[in-house]
């Protein structure tokens, strides 16, 4: 492995510093650009999140028992022994190539010297240029020059380099002379970067610049991101912006510069949906009555639908209608929404605020350097993502910039078994996320034990309908098989695991009975997921992977029923299986542009409930629909009903745009009941991890690790986790890999180091630490019965000193002190 | 309004390409919220471009819907994915037949193709109103000189007139020539055919838009006018 | 139409007096003029009878929504002329929500179905008392003669 890669990575927001703390990990020197003066992006607005509805944006930081970084409030700064961070530092340019690239830093955040600085405020007063208030309530003005960010002390205070006019009243007016504003032209050339890794996100879209709803002339119109900052800076209630009365009625407005021809934004933004849900059931905890407009709520996540299900719970009222306008009743500073909640039936609603629901700038595109080579863009800075989701594909992006860095560079060396046994990983499942986390691992000179059930590589992904993404697989699997560092076992099962991160013990079986201990420091579950079964009355019915498999397998050759009815979210989404399986929308657009492409007279219906299409992928949406695609929405109370009768299939279902109930005869029905984890729950409780009601395996934090299970040292991805297409089961390999990678580089480093320690003379074997630790850090030795810590899993939270009834749990001798200090 | 743009309405041609550009409809429900009929008897543009999406224009045009909407056009202005509503209507208007022109309509198009006006006044009655308005006009401070340019050739604009003001709402003809005198205009009305109004649009039908389109065109030929004042 | 008169007023063809209209005005924008002229031919009269009518009157206003989101009288597409009566009054409420909401005496629109159907809606369902204008009504009734 070649020592020290210098890496650049532009962004300071969850995505960038996920991957510059990933990649500072796995050995590199990092450097971090970040245009503003402090770390975090968006998420300083953001300070409460789905679902857990607070902020747990330190989380994503590594435990790191020197205590340099441990648990600090990221909104405060940020300090990493491996980063070299440039605050305030915007990359204009990069040259050169690969292993030789050069970066042209220039400033866009200038800061004033908060060692000078007595925040007297003067310079802030004088200020002549006023800017847009992202934060603040309005309360306070904001300008050029102001607070670094809400939650930094007064006295750090920055000007915004793209609104200053560098006209120099702040700085004559500082008795401090804290303002420097020659160093506004400050640049900085990084050399000698060896690769550099896009993760600064992309733009939201402002209403006013598209005149949406009108929202320049209305105070009490704003968007999400304002929302946020109402919420942050309420008390008992929210104050709405025009005159500080309490808001009693709020609504939301879904798709605001989203899902519009006319805008040229044939995009879902992703992640609005949720956000509004959420802001709606905080505000629902402040009595506040809410109310959602929207399309399609896209709850399309493991656990959203049941979010959603809760919101309703609390009283957030969900209306599918796009309103056409907002509108001001004179005098009584109202706002009215017309609306048509049901065909036929038109509403006036009145509100004291509007939050529209904003996600993507029409107009944003990455920067021009993106597609350079040697510049890997995180798919977050391609579009807008959740923050697990964000924080999964920063480190998958980080995983393959190191992995293609390394590539000429890989010692073809043996795993040296019996003495690296802890950096050893075990990968369970060889499907797409399975197969890339072995890759990803090898490639950082990990060796891989890669267990795979059936006697063949590549799972599902050999039968995906995109030969690009069948061949993806089928490289993949090629390369596991013949990489040195991979060792594979097919058609072979895991049946057991024991013993702490960087020593566990697992039994593998094979298909003849033969069973083989593995000694292994981490282990990656990707053991994928299966379509749910279907009750079918007769052939003529598939669900949507056979019937897409079959329609695209001969290509543009293929045969095409003339008739076909499709029926998305079939007995799911509702209990028992309460979840959207994210890829049956998609699959089902694409299966009717093919069939249509075959047979351009077949006429496709779709009953569906809401259409789950994220990104870019809208337009296969608005494509099928201009293809002639007649698209009916069924609620779940009244599902359409299926009868077969003469070969034909029947269908009735009523048209909510027509109130006519209607039979629809097809030759073919498409049903699709969406997907379930395959191991179900036995891979939890081998592994002792946590799983969903339906098998999924849970994660440790569901935003911000989202790939690291409860117990130390076990990492979760794929479909095994969570519903995923396949891009996304990808990346979810190469972050679980990343986090492996970590733990086991930074653990052999820190192994010594302790937060608490067991005192054995004093243990009477309770075992009530056990239960006592949230992180599985405590373990009963497996010869000696002694109560034991692993140092990988335990984050020093002190549960078991306080739950010891003997103090036989005691912290460790360097952090008694401080201990002592704190209380 | 422009002659040519008027008559190529059956371009239904929409964003998404493709056959009909009703398709593209996402359902949104923004034209029914932007709709003031949205609520009566069911009426929701939603209805009506669904019928449009399923070819149903006909029965479309024979029911209520498409006879409620005053093609305002609130609805196609939010659409997001530019379905052209209003478009929509006067086809099936159109194909809805004959029989579904409501009385009103029918009768003034009817009452059009014979006289050149949806009232079917004849020319000299319709000399006599327009002059007894003229000389009431005479009658108030600053108009003493008013003479009704009736035919004038080689006049600066032309005039067309709305029949309601030549029906019952004679005293508002007066505004009208009350500006154009104090700006001393050169211009004229047509002693016949002078019939401004186009309920073909209305209806959809080509056929009348066209030849109320032609009426128009002849009259300025005929009096070699430069330039036409219309009430709509 | 707007073109004419706004030739007539900017190079003073013809005079005006702002102080012979003393209502509180509001002013409707008709379908055609502007937000289907501005869909079709890439520009709405929106501008030119605001301009016109600050050179006829002293007070007006613009109703709550206007210009391209305005509401339409109720009258277009020849719903005037059918017999749908109930329906067209089910429409035109929102029209006169928006005349009562903006306080004003007098509407002033610039064509002449709306002058009818926004006079006859006021007279079954709004305040009869509200007076209906054409734009070039005002402006003849402000016309200075010499
Ligand atoms: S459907 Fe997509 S764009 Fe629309 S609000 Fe929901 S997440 Fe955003
Ligand atoms: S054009 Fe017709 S359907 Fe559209 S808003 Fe106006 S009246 Fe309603
Ligand atoms: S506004 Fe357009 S897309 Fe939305 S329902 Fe109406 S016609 Fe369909």
Request: proline share 6%; net charge negative; hydrophobic share 35%.
């Given at each position: 492995m070649?020592?020290?890669?210098?890496?650049?990575?532009?962004?300071?927001?969850?995505?960038?510093?996920?991957?510059?703390?990933?990649?500072?990990?796995a050995?590199?020197?990092?450097?971090?650009?970040?245009?503003?003066a402090?770390?975090?992006?968006?998420?300083?607005?953001?300070?409460?999140q789905?679902?857990?509805?607070?902020?747990?944006?330190?989380?994503?930081?590594?435990?790191?028992?020197?205590?340099?970084?441990?648990?600090?409030?990221?909104?405060?700064?940020?300090?990493?022994?491996g980063?070299?961070?440039?605050?305030?530092?915007?990359?204009?340019?990069?040259?050169?190539s690969p292993?030789?690239?050069s970066a042209?830093?220039?400033?866009?955040?200038?800061?004033?010297?908060s060692?000078?600085?007595?925040?007297?405020?003067?310079?802030?007063?004088?200020?002549?240029?006023h800017?847009?208030?992202?934060?603040?309530?309005?309360?306070?003005?904001?300008?050029?020059?102001?607070?670094?960010?809400?939650?930094?002390?007064?006295?750090?205070?920055?000007?915004?380099l793209e609104?200053c006019?560098?006209?120099?009243?702040?700085?004559?007016a500082?008795?401090?002379?804290?303002?420097?504003?020659d160093?506004?032209?400050?640049?900085?050339?990084?050399?000698n970067?060896?690769?550099?890794v896009?993760?600064?996100?992309?733009?939201?879209?402002?209403?006013?610049?598209?005149?949406?709803?009108?929202s320049?002339?209305h105070?009490d119109?704003?968007?999400?991101?304002?929302?946020?900052?109402?919420?942050?800076?309420?008390?008992?209630?929210?104050m709405?912006?025009?005159?500080?009365?309490?808001v009693?009625?709020?609504?939301?407005?879904?798709?605001?510069?989203?899902?519009?021809?006319?805008?040229?934004?044939?995009?879902?933004?992703?992640?609005?949906?949720?956000?509004?849900?959420?802001?709606a059931?905080l505000?629902?905890?402040?009595?506040?009555?809410?109310?959602?407009?929207y399309?399609?709520?896209?709850t399309?996540?493991?656990?959203w639908?049941k979010?959603?299900?809760?919101?309703?719970?609390?009283?957030?009222?969900?209306?599918?209608?796009?309103?056409?306008?907002?509108?001001q009743?004179?005098?009584?500073?109202?706002?009215?929404?017309?609306?048509?909640?049901?065909?036929g039936?038109?509403?006036d609603?009145?509100?004291d605020?509007?939050?529209?629901?904003?996600?993507?700038?029409?107009?944003?595109?990455?920067?021009?350097?993106?597609?350079?080579?040697?510049?890997?863009?995180?798919?977050?800075?391609?579009r807008?993502l959740?923050i697990?989701?964000?924080?999964?594909?920063?480190?998958?992006?980080?995983?393959?910039?190191?992995?293609?860095?390394?590539?000429?560079?890989?010692?073809?060396?043996?795993?040296?078994?019996?003495?690296q046994?802890?950096?050893?990983?075990?990968?369970?499942?060889?499907?797409?996320?399975?197969?890339?986390?072995?890759?990803?691992?090898?490639?950082?000179?990990?060796?891989?034990v890669?267990?795979?059930q059936?006697?063949?590589?590549?799972g599902?992904?050999?039968?995906?309908?995109?030969?690009?993404?069948?061949?993806?697989?089928?490289?993949?699997a090629?390369?596991?098989?013949?990489h040195?560092?991979?060792?594979?076992?097919p058609?072979a099962?895991?049946?057991?695991?024991?013993?702490p991160?960087?020593?566990?013990?697992?039994?593998?079986?094979?298909?003849?009975?033969?069973?083989?201990?593995?000694?292994?420091?981490?282990?990656?579950?990707?053991?994928?997921?299966?379509?749910?079964?279907?009750?079918?009355?007769?052939?003529?019915t598939?669900?949507?992977?056979?019937y897409?498999?079959?329609?695209?397998?001969?290509?543009?050759?293929g045969?095409?029923?003339?008739s076909?009815i499709?029926?998305?979210?079939?007995?799911?989404?509702?209990?028992?299986?309460?979840?959207?399986?994210r890829v049956c929308?998609?699959?089902?657009?694409?299966?009717?542009?093919?069939?249509?492409?075959?047979?351009p007279?077949?006429?496709v219906?779709?009953?569906?409930?809401d259409?789950?299409?994220?990104?870019?992928?809208?337009?296969?949406?608005?494509?099928?629909?201009?293809?002639?695609?007649?698209?009916i929405?069924?609620?779940?109370d009244?599902?359409?009903?299926?009868?077969?009768?003469?070969?034909?299939?029947?269908?009735?279902g009523?048209?909510?745009?027509?109130?006519?109930?209607?039979?629809?005869?097809?030759?073919?029905?498409?049903?699709?009941?969406?997907?379930?984890?395959a191991?179900?729950?036995?891979?939890?409780?081998?592994?002792?991890?946590?799983?969903?009601?339906?098998?999924?395996?849970c994660?440790?934090?569901?935003?911000?690790?989202?790939?690291?299970s409860?117990?130390?040292?076990?990492?979760?991805?794929?479909?095994?986790?969570?519903?995923?297409?396949?891009k996304?089961?990808v990346?979810?390999?190469?972050?679980?890999?990343?986090?492996?990678l970590?733990?086991?580089?930074?653990?052999?480093?820190?192994r010594?180091?302790?937060?608490?320690?067991v005192?054995?003379?004093?243990c009477?074997?309770?075992?009530?630490?056990?239960?006592?630790c949230?992180?599985?850090?405590r373990?009963?030795?497996?010869?000696?019965?002694?109560?034991a810590?692993?140092?990988?899993?335990?984050?020093?939270?002190?549960?078991?000193?306080?739950?010891?009834?003997?103090?036989a749990?005691?912290?460790?001798?360097?952090?008694?002190?401080?201990?002592?200090?704190?209380? | 309004?422009?002659?040519?743009?008027?008559?190529?309405?059956?371009d239904?041609?929409?964003?998404?390409?493709?056959?009909?550009?009703?398709?593209?409809?996402?359902?949104?429900?923004?034209?029914?919220?932007?709709?003031?009929?949205?609520?009566?008897?069911?009426?929701d543009?939603?209805r009506i471009?669904?019928?449009?999406?399923?070819g149903?224009?006909?029965?479309?045009?024979?029911?209520?819907?498409?006879?409620?909407c005053?093609?305002?056009?609130?609805?196609?202005?939010?659409?997001p994915?530019?379905v052209r509503?209003?478009?929509?209507?006067?086809?099936?208007?159109?194909?809805?037949?004959?029989?579904?022109?409501?009385q009103?309509?029918?009768?003034?198009?009817?009452?059009f193709m014979?006289?050149?006006?949806?009232?079917?006044?004849?020319?000299?009655?319709?000399?006599?109103?327009v002059?007894?308005?003229?000389?009431?006009?005479?009658?108030?401070?600053?108009?003493?000189?008013?003479?009704?340019?009736?035919?004038?050739?080689?006049?600066?604009?032309?005039?067309?007139?709305?029949?309601k003001?030549?029906?019952?709402?004679?005293?508002?003809?007066?505004?009208?020539?009350?500006?154009?005198?104090?700006?001393?205009?050169?211009?004229?009305?047509?002693?016949?055919?002078w019939?401004?109004?186009?309920?073909g649009?209305?209806?959809?039908?080509?056929?009348?838009?066209?030849?109320?389109?032609?009426?128009?065109?002849?009259?300025?030929e005929?009096?070699?006018?430069r330039?036409?004042?219309?009430?709509? | 139409?707007?073109?004419?008169?706004?030739e007539?007023?900017?190079?003073?063809?013809?005079?005006?007096?702002?102080?012979?209209i003393?209502?509180?005005?509001v002013?409707?924008d008709?379908?055609?003029?502007?937000?289907?002229?501005?869909a079709?031919f890439?520009?709405?009269?929106?501008?030119?009878?605001?301009?016109i009518?600050?050179?006829?009157?002293?007070?007006?206003?613009?109703?709550?929504?206007?210009?391209?989101?305005?509401?339409?009288?109720?009258?277009g597409?020849?719903?005037?002329?059918?017999?749908?009566?109930?329906?067209?009054?089910y429409?035109?409420?929102?029209?006169?929500?928006?005349?009562?909401?903006?306080?004003?005496?007098?509407?002033?629109?610039?064509?002449?179905?709306?002058?009818?159907?926004?006079?006859?809606?006021?007279?079954?369902?709004?305040?009869?008392?509200?007076?209906?204008?054409?734009?070039?009504?005002?402006?003849?009734?402000?016309?200075?003669?010499?």
């Open positions: 070649k020592e020290a890669a210098r890496a650049l990575v532009m962004g300071g927001g969850v995505s960038g510093l996920k991957a510059a703390m990933d990649l500072a990990r050995g590199c020197s990092v450097f971090l650009a970040e245009k503003q402090v770390p975090a992006g968006l998420l300083l607005g953001l300070d409460r789905f679902p857990s509805n607070h902020c747990g944006l330190c989380r994503v930081l590594p435990p790191d028992p020197s205590g340099r970084t441990w648990q600090a409030c990221m909104r405060r700064g940020f300090g990493h022994p980063i070299e961070f440039f605050p305030g530092f915007e990359v204009q340019d990069i040259q050169g292993g030789n690239m042209t830093l220039i400033r866009q955040t200038l800061m004033v010297d060692d000078k600085c007595n925040a007297c405020m003067q310079c802030v007063e004088v200020c002549p240029v800017m847009p208030d992202l934060f603040s309530t309005g309360q306070i003005p904001v300008k050029a020059i102001s607070r670094a960010a809400p939650h930094r002390p007064p006295h750090h205070l920055a000007i915004s609104a006019t560098l006209c120099g009243r702040c700085r004559d500082c008795r401090e002379g804290a303002i420097d504003l160093a506004a032209r400050e640049e900085k050339v990084l050399d970067l060896d690769f550099a896009l993760a600064s996100g992309v733009e939201y879209c402002l209403p006013e610049v598209y005149n949406l709803y009108q320049a002339a105070a119109v704003i968007t999400t991101l304002d929302f946020e900052a109402l919420l942050s800076s309420a008390g008992t209630d929210i709405r912006p025009s005159d500080g009365r309490p009693r009625r709020a609504a939301w407005v879904q798709c605001a510069g989203s899902r519009s021809l006319k805008l040229e934004a044939d995009h879902c933004s992703g992640i609005c949906c949720m956000i509004s849900l959420k802001q059931s505000a629902r905890e402040k009595d506040i009555q809410c109310s959602i407009f399309m399609d709520m896209r399309s996540g493991r656990d639908q979010y959603l299900d809760r919101a309703r719970e609390k009283g957030v009222e969900l209306i599918r209608c796009r309103p056409h306008s907002i509108e009743v004179p005098e009584e500073q109202i706002l009215r929404i017309p609306h048509a909640p049901s065909p039936n038109q509403q609603r009145d509100f605020l509007v939050v529209l629901s904003v996600g993507r700038d029409p107009a944003w595109k990455p920067p021009e350097y993106a597609g350079r080579e040697g510049v890997f863009t995180s798919p977050g800075s391609r807008v959740d697990a989701r964000s924080i999964i594909a920063a480190s998958a992006t980080a995983a393959t910039a190191l992995g293609e860095d390394r590539q000429e560079s890989l010692p073809d060396q043996e795993a040296k078994d019996q003495d046994v802890h950096s050893r990983v075990l990968v369970v499942g060889a499907g797409p996320a399975g197969l890339s986390a072995a890759l990803t691992l090898a490639a950082g000179n990990i060796p891989v890669l267990v795979e059936k006697d063949h590589l590549g599902h992904g050999l039968s995906n309908i995109s030969p690009e993404q069948r061949k993806e697989v089928q490289d993949l090629a390369r596991a098989m013949e040195k560092l991979v060792q594979v076992y058609s099962a895991v049946i057991s695991c024991t013993g991160a960087g020593g566990f013990k697992s039994r593998i079986r094979d298909s003849s009975g033969d069973e083989k201990e593995i000694l292994h420091g981490a282990a990656v579950l990707a053991t994928g997921g299966r379509a749910a079964p279907v009750a079918r009355q007769e052939d003529r598939a669900d949507i992977f056979e897409s498999r079959r329609i695209f397998a001969a290509g543009n050759s045969e095409a029923p003339e076909v499709f029926i998305l979210c079939h007995n799911t989404r509702q209990e028992p299986a309460n979840y959207c399986s929308c998609s699959l089902a657009l694409k299966s009717c542009l093919q069939t249509l492409s075959l047979r007279e077949a006429e219906t779709v009953f569906y409930r259409i789950m299409v994220q990104g870019d992928d809208e337009e296969l949406y608005t494509r099928a629909r201009s293809e002639g695609v007649r698209f929405p069924y609620s779940p009244a599902p359409p009903s299926l009868e077969a009768k003469d070969g034909k299939i029947r269908v009735k009523s048209d909510p745009y027509l109130s006519e109930e209607s039979e629809y005869e097809a030759e073919q029905l498409v049903l699709a009941p969406g997907v379930v984890p191991a179900g729950s036995e891979m939890a409780r081998i592994f002792n991890v946590h799983s969903s009601a339906e098998g999924f395996l994660e440790a934090d569901a935003k911000y690790r989202p790939v690291e409860g117990r130390a040292g076990i990492f979760i991805c794929g479909l095994a986790r969570n519903p995923v297409p396949f996304e089961a990346l979810e390999g190469r972050a679980a890999a990343m986090s492996a970590g733990l086991l580089k930074q653990g052999l480093d820190s010594l180091q302790t937060f608490v320690r005192k054995p003379a004093l009477s074997l309770c075992g009530l630490c056990l239960e006592a949230p992180f599985k850090a373990y009963a030795h497996e010869e000696t019965g002694a109560m810590v692993d140092p990988l899993a335990c984050r020093g939270c002190g549960a078991c000193v306080a739950v010891c009834p003997n103090k749990s005691a912290w460790s001798e360097q952090l008694e002190e401080n201990v002592h200090e704190l209380n | 309004m422009n002659s040519t743009e008027v008559l190529s309405h059956t239904l041609s929409g964003p998404g390409g493709g056959g009909n550009p009703a398709q593209i409809c996402l359902g949104c429900g923004t034209c029914a919220s932007a709709c003031p009929m949205t609520g009566i008897e069911g009426f543009p939603r471009v669904r019928l449009g999406q399923l149903r224009f006909e029965e479309l045009g024979e029911s209520s819907l498409a006879w409620l005053t093609m305002c056009g609130r609805c196609q202005e939010g659409c994915m530019d509503i209003t478009d929509m209507i006067r086809e099936a208007r159109d194909l809805g037949g004959e029989k579904t022109v409501p009103a309509i029918g009768k003034g198009i009817e009452m014979e006289t050149g006006n949806n009232l079917g006044l004849p020319d000299e009655d319709f000399g006599f109103i002059e007894d308005v003229a000389e009431e006009l005479t009658e108030e401070p600053g108009f003493e000189d008013f003479v009704l340019p009736v035919d004038k050739e080689d006049a600066r604009l032309l005039f067309t007139l709305h029949n003001l030549v029906n019952t709402q004679n005293e508002d003809l007066k505004h009208w020539w009350k500006i154009l005198h104090a700006a001393g205009e050169s211009w004229t009305l047509p002693g016949s055919r019939e401004g109004v186009n309920w649009f209305f209806s959809g039908q080509d056929q009348v838009l066209k030849a109320g389109v032609d009426t128009i065109v002849g009259n300025m005929r009096l070699r006018s330039g036409l004042m219309y009430p709509e | 139409m707007f073109d004419l008169l706004v007539y007023i900017s190079t003073q063809r013809i005079r005006l007096d702002r102080d012979r003393k209502k509180k005005a002013y409707h008709p379908c055609n003029y502007g937000r289907k002229s501005e079709l890439g520009h709405g009269y929106f501008h030119e009878p605001r301009w009518l600050n050179q006829c009157l002293e007070h007006w206003t613009d109703m709550q929504p206007n210009r391209a989101r305005q509401y339409c009288c109720g009258g597409g020849g719903l005037m002329l059918t017999p749908y009566e109930e329906q067209r009054k429409y035109s409420r929102r029209k006169i929500e928006q005349i009562k909401n903006s306080r004003a005496e007098l509407v002033v629109v610039p064509c002449h179905s709306c002058h009818g159907h926004i006079r006859a809606m006021l007279d079954a369902q709004g305040p009869a008392s509200i007076e209906v204008k054409y734009l070039w009504e005002v402006v003849a009734e402000a016309l200075v003669m010499d």
